[in-house]
């Protein structure tokens, strides 16, 4: 055969080979051939949507310290990539489903017989239940985003590391932390989620791996940490390996957590070293470089909450794999780079225990965090019995210039006191349920919410006024964000001097007049308008201090509440004010 045919036929055969081998290479998830698809030159995208996008996620402690702007941070990266962000924290829900976070509670969230009653709420979820910066203005519609995360105690895993995944009955489904925590019951689980995430093609899922343990005897072994390493890792190179669709997606928490920048207070971000989960040199890079499976980031000995540094090294790593995520899903990267690979820490097989079902919920302690104060878990929607109130402003209704405007009657001008406007406004509200904790941030409550009764605190600097002005009307006008319908919030006026940046519970105690001022309906959202004009009177010819005003829902029961804009919220027309009628 002369040579020309012979290399012909040699190259035929290898393009088709290569034909053949490459998509049966991709759908098996082999890094190497994945990477060599002739799909790769379209390059994932890891900068920010375009437009905003509602994104929900659901936590419990580790969580919240994760989205804390004085901690992980992770609210405001979220917010300067254009997601709006809402949560879910215990409590939360129909059946209190918040409380239930474990990975065997996954199962009842998307699967169980009560999975639609749940994903409905979770899908209209628009509020904040604990404090973060987000974007001010909600786009509307329903979130597209789920993410979800366990805590720590999810990492106490049994079995062994190459357990296949439970097939048919899995005892975990529904449960808690305990001996039905195995490997593959695990593995079990996340597969009975994809048969509904498949059927939701609208949505995109992103799995948040459970943070690691700290290394101590009391709380965890090397055996059990193996296990959890295993199970993150077939997470991040197995789970999808035969799902066709492009609307689920892993970020290893876990991983993250295991290297540092050399003690838990200083992350290694960035670093060429370490133990990554990231977007790096133009593709997803999912790396362990140092032999742990161990928190690198605990609070304490005891205690696994990661400190802030260990949330702002996961924030800097996840948002740009989550830009990643989201245009694979929106097809505006049609290409799906595969993690690469680094090496690998040895692991070490485990012993394996008689499942045995656990169908509580596990929660975890607010961590005292390096560095930082001690901050409690702050509001989340799991009301308590019993009324709830309120100190806040006074408004003249979507009127917002700093300049008098003129009154129908000769001699009086209208002035509206409201932040960012004209004059100052103090705001805050307080707990019960966490006696020591000061509410200074973009939004305000009334009712009843997570275990205790909320106050909020408002009070107006009329100092800008000048002397001789005499108040013909007075209105205070609060914008009501979100409610639990139908029932009636009292104006009271304020009989203590208060801090916006220092007030509590504790502090304040019930320090309001119980006469009630005003009163207006919960029945419907928006503008919310009560006359003062007695109080404000008093307050400028010095016959009443001016303290302030509280707003009370004397009704509020479980789950019962009212949430409002506050002095800090981003939109200066929707903040509170006190609209006034004056003439000399």
Same mark, same amino acid.
């Given at each position: 055969?002369?040579?020309?045919?012979?290399?012909?036929?040699?190259?035929?055969?290898?393009?088709?080979?290569?034909?053949?081998?490459?998509?049966?290479?991709?759908?098996?998830?082999?890094?190497?051939?994945?990477?060599?698809?002739?799909?790769?030159?379209?390059?994932?995208?890891?900068?920010?949507?375009?437009?905003?996008?509602?994104?929900?996620?659901?936590?419990?402690?580790?969580?919240?310290?994760?989205?804390?702007?004085?901690?992980?941070?992770?609210?405001?990266?979220?917010?300067?990539?254009?997601?709006?962000?809402?949560?879910?924290?215990?409590?939360?829900?129909?059946?209190?489903?918040?409380?239930?976070?474990?990975?065997?509670?996954?199962?009842?969230?998307?699967?169980?017989?009560?999975?639609?009653?749940?994903?409905?709420?979770?899908?209209?979820?628009?509020?904040?239940?604990?404090?973060?910066?987000?974007?001010?203005?909600?786009?509307?519609?329903?979130?597209?985003?789920?993410?979800?995360?366990?805590?720590?105690?999810?990492?106490?895993?049994?079995?062994?590391?190459?357990?296949?995944?439970?097939?048919?009955?899995?005892?975990?489904?529904?449960?808690?932390?305990?001996?039905?925590?195995?490997?593959?019951?695990?593995?079990?689980?996340?597969?009975?989620?994809?048969? #509904?995430?498949?059927?939701?093609?609208?949505?995109?899922?992103?799995?948040?791996?459970?943070?690691?343990?700290?290394?101590?005897?009391?709380?965890?072994?090397?055996?059990?940490?193996?296990?959890?390493?295993?199970?993150?890792?077939?997470?991040?190179?197995?789970?999808?390996?035969?799902?066709?669709?492009?609307?689920?997606?892993?970020?290893?928490?876990?991983?993250?957590?295991?290297?540092?920048?050399?003690?838990?207070?200083?992350?290694?971000?960035?670093?060429?070293?370490?133990?990554?989960?990231?977007?790096?040199?133009?593709?997803?890079?999912?790396?362990?470089?140092?032999?742990?499976?161990?928190?690198?980031?605990?609070?304490s000995s005891e205690d696994s909450h990661p400190?802030?540094?260990?949330?702002?090294?996961?924030?800097?790593?996840?948002?740009?794999?989550?830009?990643?995520?989201?245009?694979?899903?929106?097809?505006?990267?049609?290409?799906?780079?595969?993690?690469?690979?680094?090496?690998?820490?040895?692991?070490?097989?485990?012993?394996?225990?008689?499942?045995?079902?656990?169908?509580?919920?596990?929660?975890?302690?607010?961590?005292?965090?390096?560095?930082?104060?001690?901050?409690?878990?702050?509001?989340?929607?799991?009301?308590?019995?019993?009324?709830?109130?309120?100190?806040?402003?006074i408004v003249l209704k979507n009127w917002s210039?700093?300049?008098?405007?003129?009154?129908?009657?000769?001699?009086?001008?209208?002035?509206?006191?409201?932040?960012?406007?004209?004059?100052?406004?103090?705001?805050?509200?307080?707990?019960?349920?966490?006696?020591?904790?000061?509410?200074?941030?973009?939004?305000? #409550?009334?009712?009843?919410?997570?275990?205790?009764?909320?106050?909020?605190?408002?009070?107006?600097?009329?100092?800008?006024?000048?002397?001789?002005?005499?108040?013909?009307?007075?209105?205070?006008?609060?914008?009501?964000?979100?409610?639990?319908?139908?029932?009636?919030?009292?104006?009271?006026?304020?009989?203590?001097?208060?801090?916006?940046?220092?007030?509590?519970?504790?502090?304040?105690?019930?320090?309001?007049?119980?006469?009630?001022?005003?009163?207006?309906?919960?029945?419907?959202?928006?503008?919310?308008?009560?006359?003062?004009?007695?109080?404000?009177?008093?307050?400028?010819?010095?016959?009443?201090?001016?303290?302030?005003?509280?707003?009370?829902?004397?009704?509020?029961?479980?789950?019962?509440?009212?949430?409002?804009?506050?002095?800090?919220?981003?939109?200066?027309?929707?903040?509170?004010?006190?609209?006034?009628?004056?003439?000399?």
């Amino acid at each position: 055969m002369p040579a020309r045919t012979r290399f012909s036929l040699r190259l035929l055969w290898a393009l088709v080979v290569a034909l053949l081998v490459a998509p049966l290479a991709w759908r098996a998830g082999l890094d190497g051939w994945a990477q060599w698809s002739v799909a790769a030159a379209q390059a994932d995208d890891p900068s920010p949507p375009a437009s905003t996008v509602k994104l929900v996620f659901i936590h419990h402690s580790t969580g919240e310290n994760w989205l804390a702007d004085d901690s992980g941070r992770l609210g405001l990266a979220l917010r300067d990539n254009n997601y709006f962000v809402s949560d879910t924290n215990y409590g939360w829900g129909p059946d209190g489903i918040g409380d239930l976070t474990d990975i065997g509670h996954w199962w009842l969230w998307f699967v169980g017989p009560r999975r639609d009653v749940y994903t409905t709420e979770l899908y209209r979820e628009y509020r904040r239940n604990c404090p973060y910066a987000r974007l001010a203005h909600d786009p509307g519609g329903e979130n597209q985003i789920v993410v979800f995360k366990s805590c720590f105690p999810n990492s106490q895993v049994e079995g062994n590391p190459n357990d296949p995944p439970t097939a048919g009955d899995n005892p975990l489904r529904g449960q808690g932390v305990g001996d039905t925590l195995t490997v593959g019951n695990a593995k079990g689980i996340y597969n009975d989620l994809l048969t #509904y995430f498949r059927t939701r093609q609208d949505k995109l899922f992103i799995v948040i791996t459970a943070p690691p343990q700290v290394q101590n005897p009391m709380v965890t072994d090397a055996e059990h940490a193996a296990n959890a390493r295993a199970l993150n890792n077939w997470l991040v190179h197995d789970w999808l390996a035969g799902y066709p669709y492009r609307n689920v997606a892993v970020f290893d928490f876990f991983n993250t957590l295991t290297s540092n920048g050399g003690n838990p207070s200083a992350h290694d971000l960035g670093w060429a070293t370490g133990n990554h989960h990231r977007w790096r040199n133009g593709a997803i890079e999912h790396v362990q470089r140092v032999a742990n499976n161990f928190s690198a980031y605990a609070s304490s000995s005891e205690d696994s909450h990661p400190t802030p540094a260990g949330g702002q090294k996961a924030s800097g790593e996840f948002v740009q794999l989550l830009n990643v995520f989201y245009h694979r899903w929106a097809g505006t990267s049609p290409t799906a780079t595969p993690s690469t690979p680094g090496p690998t820490a040895s692991r070490t097989p485990t012993r394996t225990r008689t499942p045995a079902a656990t169908p509580t919920s596990t929660r975890t302690s607010t961590p005292t965090r390096i560095g930082t104060a001690t901050r409690t878990r702050t509001p989340g929607p799991t009301p308590t019995q019993g009324h709830c109130i309120a100190y806040l402003p006074i408004v003249l209704k979507n009127w917002s210039q700093n300049q008098p405007w003129p009154s129908a009657t000769p001699g009086l001008n209208g002035v509206v006191i409201q932040r960012g406007t004209r004059g100052d406004v103090a705001d805050a509200y307080v707990w019960e349920s966490s006696p020591t904790y000061t509410g200074n941030w973009e939004t305000l #409550y009334t009712g009843c919410v997570g275990w205790g009764r909320k106050r909020t605190l408002l009070r107006f600097d009329l100092s800008s006024l000048g002397p001789g002005v005499s108040v013909h009307s007075a209105t205070l006008a609060i914008y009501l964000q979100s409610e639990t319908g139908g029932r009636s919030v009292n104006v009271h006026r304020v009989l203590a001097d208060w801090d916006e940046g220092g007030v509590s519970w504790e502090s304040f105690g019930s320090t309001y007049e119980p006469d009630v001022l005003g009163t207006f309906s919960t029945d419907a959202g928006g503008w919310k308008e009560v006359v003062v004009t007695g109080v404000v009177r008093g307050w400028l010819d010095g016959s009443i201090p001016n303290q302030g005003l509280l707003l009370d829902d004397p009704t509020a029961g479980t789950d019962q509440f009212e949430e409002y804009f506050s002095s800090e919220w981003g939109a200066v027309e929707q903040r509170p004010k006190l609209i006034l009628v004056v003439g000399e």
